[in-house]
């Protein structure tokens, strides 16, 4: 069964460092997204992106924030300068339409 | 008033046992209902899409009743393998899923 992959499963990073996670989504799939999750909290919506343009994106999704889908596989999401408030699960989902969607594994972001 | 909201539990529940889950949302525009289940740690797993006449697969059935803007999830025959956290998600006719905090269910043998 295919599946979402992210890469690396854990980043540490110091305050001020960019970061650049990695995903590959399932092969077939049109919609592309990013979300996360603080320790204890619930799941956030950052950015969803489809036919190579971000469709929406959240308060959360600032001037630091940047999606890409630099080749026929892989989706990134960008934190150019993180914040300690940065910390968290990164989850990449994909789906075939704009209702089902599927997770990654997540990345596990610290900053320290 | 939350977008989404769940009762956090935990549930704490004997194998075999039938337990269900409710989950509230705020926005009547709301087109779109799933539950996903979380395990420690891991990424939410989609279990099922919730449709507006009800749907079931195998154990678990889904209600939704919109005039309550009221969504639930039944599982029969609880097994140890169920425990892990059920998040009531929405969507309003756009991609962003709106996620539930999430009610933690503990089977117990």
């Known amino acids: 069964e295919p599946e979402v992959t992210q890469t690396p499963s854990h980043q540490v990073t110091q305050m001020g460092q960019e970061v650049i996670l990695r995903c590959v989504p399932i092969s077939n799939h049109l919609y592309f997204y990013w979300y996360r999750q603080i320790l204890g909290q619930k799941v956030e919506f950052l950015v969803s992106?489809?036919?190579?343009?971000?469709?929406?994106k959240s308060e959360i999704f600032d001037d630091q924030f940047s999606v890409e889908r630099p080749d026929g596989s892989n989706f990134t999401l960008k934190i150019r300068s993180t914040k300690l408030e940065d910390s968290a699960m990164y989850f990449c989902?994909?789906?075939?339409?704009?209702?089902?969607?599927?997770f990654g594994p997540g990345t596990r972001l610290t900053v320290t | 008033r939350k977008e989404v909201e769940q009762d956090p539990g935990p549930f704490n529940v004997p194998e075999g046992a039938t337990v269900a889950f409710n989950c509230t949302y705020s926005?009547?525009?709301?087109?779109?209902f799933f539950w996903y289940r979380q395990d420690c740690r891991k990424e939410p797993k989609l279990l099922m899409s919730v449709y507006s006449s009800g749907n079931e697969d195998g154990r678990f059935t889904a209600q939704l009743n919109r005039a309550s803007q009221y969504i639930s999830l039944l599982i029969r025959d609880s097994k140890l393998s169920d425990s892990a956290t059920y998040l009531c998600?929405?969507?309003?006719?756009?991609?962003?899923?709106?996620f539930g905090t999430g009610t933690r269910l503990q089977v117990f043998p």
């Open positions: 998600v929405v969507s309003f006719n756009t991609d962003k899923l709106i």
């Open positions: 989902a994909s789906g075939r339409d704009r209702y089902e969607q599927y």
């Open positions: 992106f489809y036919n190579n343009e971000i469709s929406e």
């Open positions: 926005n009547s525009a709301s087109q779109s």
